[in-house]
Every structure is written in structure tokens, then in C-alpha cells.
């Protein structure tokens, strides 16, 4: 019988969700009703944590409460840093922090239970821990010294302590908050469905949250910030920009980084606010070549998209690469810093999961050969 085949699961419903709507044809994306622009405007990255957890926003003492169940979660297991401290200095900030993810499992002796009260356990200690194990792996890997979590920070503000080892400025706490907000929930993307399939089978939460880190790692997903970096470091001027798009799309499967998207046919709301941001970061810093190099990487992709008939638009990983780079973050460190926030978004897909769970288990279409008779080894 005659199969249909959704290559990429291209279409494919797997369930419905209350977590959050991609609406890929207006641009807009919501997380639980709220509209991510008014989000990304207002919000703290706990208080939408929290929505994403708890299907609304919090009010004060419900924030306070939050904030008062995560602090001491931040301080990480001294076995992750002896795992860091191991790890060539040339190790992807990547493999080291689902490395850590897995590590904490192995070092938490509740780690298998599935019941909410666990999971929940387990999402606040994730949710705190992400940024601490990330900045510290930065640190160790430079061969500087941990600096331990200061609980009374927010998350944006704590992971930038870590990691620079000085109180950050609010302003800069703010953009690291805007870049966690929109960075929290995006659907049934490829991690969150790698993190769900993985739980269906009620496998533990580490578990599903390592899987969902190895597949975040990559290059077409959140793996593209650090593409769209490492791109435009490559280019070097605004100048040098037409001539690397034309280059790069003339290619056999030319892929310019940042741009694209599964869902949206039009640009992603995410990529409109961050650019926002990477102007005005641009304008306060006066170091506004990232800015500028990525504006004319803009215009040279919608002229060359519209020659083949198609509009590829950037995504969110486009233009928090520059905002990351001006932030003065580590290049390698973007990927980690999406997980970072990500974290609270899985979260969310783990509790819906394991509530209402039937194990993942679609079907290939065998192509293959039928009917072969088998030879003993010694007549092949
Ligand atoms: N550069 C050049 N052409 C592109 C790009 C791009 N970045 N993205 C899509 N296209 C073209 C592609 O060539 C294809 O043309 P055709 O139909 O003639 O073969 C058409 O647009 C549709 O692309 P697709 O690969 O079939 O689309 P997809 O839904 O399978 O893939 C994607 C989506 C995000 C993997 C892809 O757009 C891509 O590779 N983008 C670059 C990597 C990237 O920026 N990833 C981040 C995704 S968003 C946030 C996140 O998940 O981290």
C-alpha cells in the first residue's frame, strides 16, 4: 500500500499543546496567549518562565516564591567542574554541557521518578543549574576560576556575573533577559521533540533533557548562532557581504546561516525584536559594524531569494549573534546560552508529556531489497 511520506515530519501534528502558537504566516508567536513582543517588552525571564510552568504569569509573591525555590538550585555538584576540568580546552561548549546535564542525573538519586512533584524537583534545579554549569565551563575552559552563583541575582543576571566575575549593568542585564525570553519556547521545534519523544518512553527527565541538548547542538538549529558568527567574522566588512551570499548560495545546497525557517514564511518576530536590539546596542556602543554587516546580509538575501522566486527570511539566531558579540560574549558560548534559556521551554513539553504520555512511534517506509537468500560466510 502506497505510504505518504513528511520528510522532516514536514505538517505533522503530534498532539496539541497549551504552551505556545506559531502563527508562521502573520509573524507572531505566543507563549501561553501572551504575545512574545509584549513579553520580550515587560517580561523577566523567570516570569515567563514561570507562564511557561504554571499557565500564567505570576503575581509578586507568586515571582518571589519562584525566585526563592530557584536560588538554591544554582550551586552545581563539584563532579561537573572535575568533568570540565578534564575535557580538552578545544571541547564544544556543547558536549560539555549535555555531558553536565547527564552527570547530574547520574548524581541525583531521585533522578528517575516521573510523577509532577519530581519533575518539578528536577525543572528548578535544571532551570538554575543550565546557567551556572554554562558560565563556569567558559571560565574553566579559559583556565580561569568558578565563580560561585550569587542567589540573590536573577538568571540574565547571574549567568553574566558568572561568567565575566563582576556585577553586570542593568542595561546589560536587560538585553540578556530579552535574549532569554525569546529564546524560551518555539513549538514542537527539533529539540522539544527529541526531549518529548525521549520522555514518551518515561524515560527520566535528564535523559530527555540531554537528548534535547545533542539535538539543539546543531548547525540548522540552535547551532546557527554561533554559524551566523563565525560567518560574519569571515566576511569582515560590509563590503565582502554580496559577494559571500552570492558565493554561498551558488553552492550545492548553500545554506546562509540565520536564515530561514520551518514554520514562518515570513520574518520571524523573534529576528524583528533582536534587531531592534542589536541597533540600539550598536548605536550605544558605536561599534555598529556587526550591526551593519547583518543589515546588508539582509538586503542582499531578499534580492537574491526573490531572483529564485522565494522568500527566506532571517530567523532568531540571525541577529543574536551580533547582539551576543556586542554583549561580549564568547562566540562558541551562543548555542549554550539558547539551552540556557531553552531549558524552561523543555520544561514545559517534559510536564505536558509525562502528563498525558503515549510513546512516540512512527514508521519508516522500507525501500530496500526483498527475497535475498543467505549465503554462509565462508561463499560471500
Ligand atoms: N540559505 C539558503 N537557502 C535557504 C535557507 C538558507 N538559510 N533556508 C532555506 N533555504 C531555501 C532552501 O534552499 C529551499 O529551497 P528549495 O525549495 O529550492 O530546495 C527552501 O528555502 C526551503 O528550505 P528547506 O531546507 O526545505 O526548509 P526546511 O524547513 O527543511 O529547513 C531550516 C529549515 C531552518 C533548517 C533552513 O531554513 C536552514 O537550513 N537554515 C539555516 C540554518 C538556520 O539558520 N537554522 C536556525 C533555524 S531557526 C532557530 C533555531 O531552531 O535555532
Known amino acids: 500500500m502506497e505510504q505518504t511520506i513528511y520528510r522532516g515530519l514536514e505538517?505533522?501534528?503530534?498532539?496539541?499543546?497549551?504552551?505556545?502558537?506559531?502563527?508562521?504566516?502573520?509573524?507572531?508567536?505566543?507563549?501561553?496567549?501572551?504575545?512574545?513582543?509584549?513579553?520580550a517588552d515587560k517580561a523577566s525571564f523567570e516570569e515567563v518562565a514561570y507562564l511557561l510552568w504554571h499557565d500564567d504569569l505570576p503575581d509578586r509573591a507568586q515571582l518571589d516564591a519562584f525566585h526563592a525555590e530557584l536560588a538554591p538550585n544554582f550551586t552545581v555538584p563539584e563532579p561537573v567542574f572535575e568533568a570540565f576540568r578534564s575535557m580538552p580546552a578545544a571541547t564544544h561548549p556543547m558536549h560539555a554541557i549535555r555531558t553536565a546535564v547527564s552527570l547530574l542525573g547520574a548524581l541525583d538519586p531521585e533522578a528517575e521518578g516521573v510523577d509532577d512533584a519530581?519533575?518539578?524537583r528536577i525543572g528548578l534545579k535544571l532551570l538554575a543549574q543550565f546557567a551556572t554549569f554554562t558560565a563556569a565551563y567558559a571560565r574553566i575552559r579559559d583556565g580561569k576560576d568558578v565563580i560561585a552563583p550569587d542567589p540573590e541575582l536573577s538568571v540574565a543576571a547571574n549567568?553574566?556575573?558568572?561568567?565575566?566575575?563582576?556585577?553586570?549593568?542593568?542595561?546589560?542585564?536587560?538585553?540578556?533577559?530579552?535574549?532569554?525570553?525569546?529564546?524560551?519556547?518555539?513549538?514542537?521545534?527539533?529539540?522539544?521533540?527529541?526531549?518529548?519523544?525521549?520522555?514518551?518512553?518515561?524515560?527520566?527527565?535528564?535523559?530527555a533533557i540531554t537528548a534535547a541538548v545533542a539535538a539543539l547542538k546543531g548547525p540548522l538549529h540552535?547551532?546557527?548562532?554561533?554559524?551566523?558568527?563565525?560567518?560574519?567574522?569571515?566576511?569582515?566588512?560590509?563590503?565582502?557581504?554580496?559577494?559571500?551570499?552570492?558565493?554561498?548560495?551558488?553552492?550545492?545546497?548553500?545554506?546562509?546561516?540565520?536564515?530561514?525557517?520551518?514554520?514562518?514564511?515570513v520574518v520571524d518576530p523573534r529576528a524583528l525584536i533582536l534587531k531592534d536590539v542589536a541597533k540600539h546596542l550598536a548605536e550605544e556602543s558605536g561599534d555598529s559594524k556587526w550591526f551593519e554587516m547583518s543589515l546588508e546580509m539582509e538586503r542582499v538575501m531578499d534580492r537574491e531569494m526573490a531572483k529564485r522566486g522565494k522568500q527566506v527570511k532571517p530567523n532568531v539566531d540571525f541577529f543574536s549573534a551580533s547582539v551576543y558579540r556586542m554583549l561580549g560574549l564568547p562566540r562558541d558560548m551562543y548555542t549554550p546560552i539558547f539551552a540556557v534559556s531553552r531549558i524552561s521551554g523543555w520544561m514545559a513539553h517534559l510536564y505536558e508529556q509525562y502528563a498525558n504520555n503515549r510513546i512516540m512511534r512512527p514508521r519508516l517506509t522500507y525501500d530496500g531489497p526483498l527475497g535475498r537468500t543467505f549465503r554462509p560466510i565462508e561463499q560471500r
Open 118 to 120: 519530581n519533575v518539578h
Open 222 to 265: 540552535g547551532g546557527a548562532n554561533i554559524g551566523v558568527m563565525q560567518a560574519l567574522e569571515e566576511i569582515g566588512s560590509v563590503e565582502a557581504v554580496d559577494g559571500y551570499v552570492v558565493d554561498t548560495l551558488a553552492r550545492p545546497n548553500g545554506r546562509v546561516m540565520g536564515f530561514g525557517h520551518r514554520v514562518y514564511k
Open 11 to 39: 505538517g505533522v501534528h503530534i498532539d496539541t499543546t497549551t504552551i505556545s502558537r506559531i502563527d508562521g504566516q502573520r509573524g507572531e508567536l505566543i507563549y501561553r496567549g501572551y504575545d512574545i513582543r509584549e513579553l
Open 159 to 207: 549567568f553574566l556575573y558568572m561568567l565575566n566575575g563582576e556585577p553586570p549593568t542593568p542595561a546589560a542585564t536587560r538585553v540578556m533577559d530579552v535574549a532569554l525570553v525569546l529564546h524560551a519556547e518555539h513549538g514542537s521545534n527539533a529539540s522539544a521533540f527529541v526531549g518529548r519523544a525521549t520522555a514518551s518512553t518515561l524515560t527520566d527527565v535528564y535523559s
